[in-house]
């Protein structure tokens, strides 16, 4: 299998991963960025303005997906960059030495848009690219999805709410609305099915 299956994606879904690219002086960048499955050999990533990683995917037309779960990684991906023995080259392309896999992807489509969302107006660069060569690094790789994490910390919080009162509750009603919102955006129908079940379960706990 050469298709993103291959290194278990699903259709619809959105994983965290690191993109790779290059500065304009040739070295190499990283950031943790959501990329969203599209189709089996096309993915669909959201820039906002001002990043390293726009403005290189914009000057090179193409980046590297990186999946990976390692910690320090993202950290140093989103403060500033990994130090340069974290990186590896493979055909005039970065990735990240310590990944499960990885794939080059050439843009299809770019296109800047104002977008409104709970924080306010931005804009954001949405890019269409193809899927071209997958590197699997691992046998068994598991790209990095957010909706299973959210479904357990909402669970998490339904079972203390027999505990909890005042602003603690209300700080856990307002966990929950924001898990909610986070499953619905990056998981598949399953997560989607299970959240819906935790939010009627709260819902017997509403606020006076
Ligand atoms: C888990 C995670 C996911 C992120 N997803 C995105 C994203 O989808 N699009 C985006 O523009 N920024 C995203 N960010 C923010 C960028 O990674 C952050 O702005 C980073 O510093 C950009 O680095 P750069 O300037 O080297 O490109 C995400 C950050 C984290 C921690």
Same mark, same amino acid.
């Given at each position: 299998m050469?298709?993103?299956?291959?290194?278990?994606?699903?259709?619809?879904?959105l994983?965290?991963t690191?993109?790779t @690219?290059?500065?304009?002086? /040739?070295?190499?960048?990283?950031?943790?960025? /959501?990329?969203?499955?599209?189709?089996?050999d096309?993915?669909?990533?959201? #820039?906002?303005e001002?990043?390293?990683?726009?403005?290189n995917?914009?000057k090179?037309? $193409?980046?590297?997906?990186? =999946?990976?779960?390692d910690?320090?990684i +993202?950290? $140093?991906?989103?403060l %500033?960059n990994p130090?340069?023995d974290n +990186?590896?080259?493979?055909?005039d392309n970065?990735?990240?030495k310590?990944?499960?896999?990885?794939?080059?992807a050439?843009?299809?489509?770019?296109?800047d848009?104002?977008? &409104?969302?709970?924080? %306010?107006?931005?804009?954001?660069?949405?890019v269409r690219? %193809?899927?071209? $060569? =997958?590197?699997?690094?691992?046998?068994q790789?598991e790209?990095?999805? !957010?909706a299973i994490?959210?479904?357990?910390?909402? #669970?998490v919080? #339904? @079972?203390?709410?027999?505990?909890v009162?005042?602003? @603690?509750? !209300?700080?856990?009603h307002? *966990?929950?609305?924001?898990i909610? !919102?986070i499953?619905n &955006?990056v998981? %598949?129908p $399953?997560h989607?099915?299970?959240m819906? *079940?935790?939010?009627?379960?709260?819902s017997?706990y509403s606020?006076?």
């Amino acid at each position: 299998m050469s298709d993103l299956a291959s290194i278990g994606m699903e259709r619809g879904m959105l994983y965290e991963t690191i993109l790779t @690219t290059r500065n304009p002086d /040739g070295k190499p960048n990283a950031a943790p960025i /959501g990329v969203i499955c599209k189709d089996m050999d096309e993915v669909v990533v959201y #820039l906002h303005e001002g990043s390293r990683t726009v403005k290189n995917i914009k000057k090179e037309g $193409e980046f590297v997906v990186n =999946i990976l779960k390692d910690p320090l990684i +993202f950290v $140093e991906s989103t403060l %500033g960059n990994p130090p340069a023995d974290n +990186f590896a080259e493979y055909k005039d392309n970065f990735y990240i030495k310590t990944t499960e896999a990885f794939f080059k992807a050439k843009v299809n489509h770019l296109r800047d848009v104002e977008r &409104k969302d709970q924080f %306010g107006v931005s804009r954001t660069t949405i890019v269409r690219a %193809g899927v071209e $060569e =997958i590197v699997k690094k691992k046998d068994q790789v598991e790209p990095l999805n !957010r909706a299973i994490y959210g479904i357990i910390e909402a #669970l998490v919080y #339904l @079972t203390r709410m027999d505990l909890v009162s005042g602003d @603690t509750e !209300r700080l856990y009603h307002h *966990r929950i609305r924001e898990i909610s !919102r986070i499953v619905n &955006k990056v998981g %598949g129908p $399953e997560h989607k099915k299970a959240m819906k *079940r935790v939010l009627e379960a709260f819902s017997e706990y509403s606020l006076e």
